[in-house]
């Protein structure tokens, strides 16, 4: 397995690529030659980073979309085409989480965050997918996070969400057997981006959550990521610590995990 070639007219689309781990991403598939098209809502933040990664020599564009947007997402995979060029990599990278127990939570808000966590990951790679299958070549990554293995008190929908993600993945992967396209779930354990500030969170209310010792760079979590993706991996879970807590959280019974978990969250009363 390896990611398809790059060449002129073929591009990685990359979504949430104005920061954070999607950022991160966008600059390792370009390290690696492979050109870019840039998704997010601020502009201005991927027109910097096309700059960027064009000074590595690969074609990089920006196409800035709201993702809860079912329209403008309907109309990505055209516009991509538009610009000449054929979606090779497609990086669901994009999301957020909201903060708090469900019942003093805004159902807008949690819709919003089910829409791009959750349904625009559906509907790219329903989108995508067809064109990949039938060149008979591509590759996916989903951005999920450890989250996806277990309830997460004070994130339900987030980690519901990202449950679906790892899941979703992982039956892409059975489906696309023999037809030269991959997917892969990447599961982040906590990294510095600007996730905690858009769920609500002070850097000090994530850090006391989490052990420092859990934390990764984005730039990290993309190289491990993309790395997956070049070998075809199904699951990345960057980390050694990340990983063993993944499978503590994956089996541990709820009736001990979730009361626990309940206690830790900062956005939860003590
Ligand atoms: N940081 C962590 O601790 C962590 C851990 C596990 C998993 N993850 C996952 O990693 C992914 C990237 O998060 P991050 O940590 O890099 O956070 P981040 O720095 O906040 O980046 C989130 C990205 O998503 C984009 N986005 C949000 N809403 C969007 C919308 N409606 N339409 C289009 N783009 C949208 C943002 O761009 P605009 O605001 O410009 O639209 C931004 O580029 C997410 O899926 C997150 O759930 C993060």
């Not at 949690?110 to 590759?139: K, N």
């Not at 906590?190 to 984005?218: I, K, N």
């Not at 993309?226 to 009736?255: C, D, E, F």
């Amino acid at each position: 397995m390896s990611l398809p070639s790059p060449a002129s007219d073929r591009t990685a689309v990359v979504t949430g690529a104005s920061s954070g781990i999607g950022a991160e991403i966008a600059r390792e598939l370009a390290r690696r030659g492979q050109g870019v098209t840039l998704v997010a809502r601020r502009e201005e933040k991927l027109t910097a980073l096309a700059k960027e990664l064009s000074g590595l020599g690969v074609r990089a564009e920006v196409l800035p979309t709201d993702l809860s947007d079912r329209t403008a997402r309907a109309s990505l995979l055209e516009r991509v085409v538009e610009l000449g060029l054929t979606p090779e990599i497609l990086v669901n990278n994009a999301g957020f989480s909201t903060t708090g127990p469900v019942a003093r939570s805004d159902p807008a808000a949690e819709m919003m965050m089910i829409e791009v966590d959750v349904v625009a990951v559906a509907d790219l790679c329903s989108r995508f997918l067809p064109g990949m299958v039938e060149r008979g070549r591509g590759a996916i990554l989903n951005v999920a996070s450890t989250g996806a293995f277990q309830p997460l008190p004070g994130q339900a929908g987030y980690g519901a969400g990202k449950a679906f993600v790892l899941s979703y993945t992982h039956s892409l992967i059975g489906e696309l057997r023999r037809t030269g396209v991959t997917a892969t779930a990447l599961c982040p354990g906590p990294v510095h981006t600007e996730f905690a500030a858009a769920a609500g969170l002070t850097r000090e209310q994530s850090e006391s959550a989490l052990p420092g010792f859990m934390w990764e760079t984005a730039e990290s979590v993309a190289k491990t990521g993309v790395s997956a993706l070049a070998k075809g991996r199904a699951v990345a879970i960057p980390g050694a610590v990340n990983l063993a807590g993944s499978m503590v959280g994956h089996y541990t019974p709820r009736r001990f995990l979730v009361p626990l978990l309940a206690s830790r969250h900062p956005s939860l009363p003590k």
